[in-house]
Nanobody, 129 residues
Framework: QVQLVESGGGSVQAGGSLRLSCATS????????MGWFRQGPGKDREGVAV????????DYGDSVKGRFTISQDNAKNTVYLQMNDLKPEDTATYYC??????????????????????WGQGTQVTVSR
C-alpha cells in the first residue's frame, strides 16, 4: 500500500493561510482518490477534501468550501491542501488519505469521512483568534 507523509502544519492567526503537503511513496495514479480529513480535539473525523487523481475532479466538505483547495503534482507524487481564511474551528490534526479502490455506494469524500483508505501520521494545524 502507498505510504503517506504529511507536512506543512503550524500555528496561524484567524484569517491566515497554510498549505499542507502529502508526499506519496508510489505513483499518484496508483490511487483512485487522494484526500484530506481532519480530527479536532473532542470532535469526530471530518472529510475535508478529495481529488480524483485520474480526472482531477474535486469535492469539499461544506465547512471548507470556498476556502480550501486540493490539488496534485503528478511529477512530485504530492497532493496539496491550500487553506485560506482559516478559522479557529479549523484547528485539528490533518491527515492525508489514499483510496486505492474506488468506493462503492458512496462518494469518495464520504468514504474518507467514515474511515476508508489509509493515511499518514498527520500534521497539526492550530488557528488562534
Amino acid at each position: 500500500q502507498v505510504q503517506l507523509v504529511e507536512s506543512g502544519g503550524g500555528s496561524v492567526q484567524a484569517g491566515g493561510s497554510l498549505r499542507l503537503s502529502c508526499a506519496t511513496s508510489k505513483d499518484i495514479y496508483s490511487t483512485y482518490f487522494m484526500g484530506w480529513f481532519r480530527q479536532g480535539p473532542g470532535k469526530d473525523r471530518e472529510g475535508v477534501a478529495v481529488i480524483d487523481t485520474g480526472r482531477g475532479a474535486t469535492d469539499y466538505g461544506d465547512s471548507v468550501k470556498g476556502r480550501f483547495t486540493i490539488s496534485q503534482d503528478n511529477a512530485k507524487n504530492t497532493v496539496y491542501l491550500q487553506m485560506n481564511d482559516l478559522k479557529p474551528e479549523d484547528t485539528a490534526t490533518y491527515y492525508c488519505d489514499a483510496l486505492e479502490e474506488s468506493p462503492v455506494g458512496m462518494t469518495a469524500l464520504q468514504a474518507i469521512d467514515i474511515g476508508f483508505g489509509h493515511w499518514g501520521q498527520g500534521t497539526q494545524v492550530t488557528v488562534s483568534r
